[in-house]
């Protein structure tokens, strides 16, 4: 019996063998990178841990992408990779609700 | 030879592995080269009599089910590992029309069954919903510093199984003493880890390395706590292994212990990923 199994494409279409990549910009636009070696089917939340872990940013603070296209801000339970598309530029921003009540 | 029944193995069990052929010797039961044996709080089945293939870590070329290629330095032999907790598992469904078989006698059975690289024809996998419904959220995705990996159900006619990506690709220029390295990392991961294969996926553009626990053939009514058993080792086993990987992998550290080769030339692997 063949291991060999044929993957289904991705709920927006794409394969999830086609390279994935994006932009990241932090909030004070100091630190950027180019992600590479994501998956699309990893959870924006996560992947926000790891980038802000990857730029050495405080781990201590919980922190959300945002699309920097739409401005919306990235669900953290869905896979990154139904929410933007490969080229796209994210930017990783502390999760705070300032001054609000 | 000692044909006294090992003691750590109940009456119970006993009687199911005569039935299956199985003869007492020593502290282990034996059938036509196939051994199995407690050891702790696992079962084991070892099939010593095979000739290991050219490259273990091929994972394209395993068997199915949980089977896998251990070489801890005694002697290379496939196991099949389960704790024993799975094998004590006592199901009542109300539903269900005839009565299941013990979880012990199915699981045997599929052991035996996979053993020969196939699994029983009329096998169904359950459905991915029923399975997907299993697991816990969140517990498909591994975060570990700077690094994140998404793990991938894969259910089928043929297959059921569950994988993490160690290493998305391979660099193609990857030297092969740091490709020696990762083969022994995944080595001694293999040997270590239960239930947990290891090993390189060819695809088309990339030769992820992979950790995967694979339940094709399963009997149904212990798939879900195999399951949940298993990936709380195999999601161990990931965090345990993403940050060397990645180091070994990542052409642009340079370091001259990793330069030199763990194994002598002569006992590398012929065949490449």
């Known amino acids: 019996m063949s291991m060999m199994t044929a993957e289904a ?15 990241v910009v932090d909030v004070t636009g100091m630190n950027t990178a180019l992600v590479t070696d994501v998956q699309r089917t990893a ?13 050495e940013l405080p781990q201590n603070v919980p922190w959300a992408l945002r699309s ?34 | 030879m000692n044909t006294t029944a090992p003691d750590n193995i109940s009456g119970q069990w006993q009687d199911v592995l005569r039935r299956f052929g199985f003869v007492a010797e020593a502290a282990t039961y034996r059938c036509n080269g196939t051994l199995f044996k407690i050891d702790g709080q696992w079962a084991t089945l070892e099939l010593h009599s095979e000739q290991p293939p050219r490259y273990p870590l091929n994972l394209a070329s395993s068997p199915p089910a949980l089977w896998k290629w251990v070489d801890d330095g005694s002697c290379p032999r496939r196991v ?26 199915a699981c045997l059975a599929w052991a035996l069954e996979t053993a020969q690289t196939k699994v029983a024809e009329d096998w169904q996998p359950p459905s991915r919903q029923l399975v997907e419904s299993w697991i816990p959220q969140g517990q498909l995705t591994v975060q570990c510093g700077a690094f994140v990996r998404q793990g991938e159900l894969i259910v089928d006619p043929t297959h059921c199984l569950v994988r993490f990506p160690i290493l998305q690709t391979l660099p193609p220029d990857l030297p092969q003493a740091r490709l020696r390295w990762l083969e022994e990392l995944l080595h001694e991961a293999q040997n270590g880890w239960r239930m947990v294969r290891f090993g390189f996926a060819r695809n088309t553009d990339a030769t992820p390395v992979i950790a995967e626990l694979n339940f094709t053939g399963a009997p149904h009514h212990i798939i879900e706590h195999l399951l949940l058993t298993g990936l709380d080792g195999l999601r161990w086993a990931v965090l345990a292994l993403v940050e060397t990987a990645e180091l070994l992998a990542d052409t642009t550290i340079k370091s001259q212990a990793l330069e030199i080769s763990p194994i002598p030339p002569s006992t590398q692997p012929k065949e490449q990923t």
Not at chain 1, 43 to 55: N, Y
Not at chain 2, 80 to 105: C, G, Y
Request: no cysteine; hydrophobic share 40%.
């Open chain 1, 9 to 23: 494409p991705h709920a927006n279409g794409t394969s999830r063998k086609e390279p994935f990549e994006f932009d």
């Open chain 1, 68 to 101: 920097d296209e739409t401005a919306a801000y990235l669900d953290d339970s869905r896979a990154i990779g139904d929410q933007i598309e490969t080229g796209s530029r994210v930017v990783l921003t502390p999760k705070s609700h300032l001054g609000m009540r």
């Open chain 1, 43 to 55: 959870p924006a939340g996560a992947v926000a841990k790891t980038l802000a872990a990857r730029m």
């Open chain 2, 80 to 105: 099949f590992e389960l704790p024993l907790t799975i094998l004590s598992l006592e199901h009542h469904d109300e539903f269900a029309v005839a009565e299941q078989t013990p979880a012990f006698d």
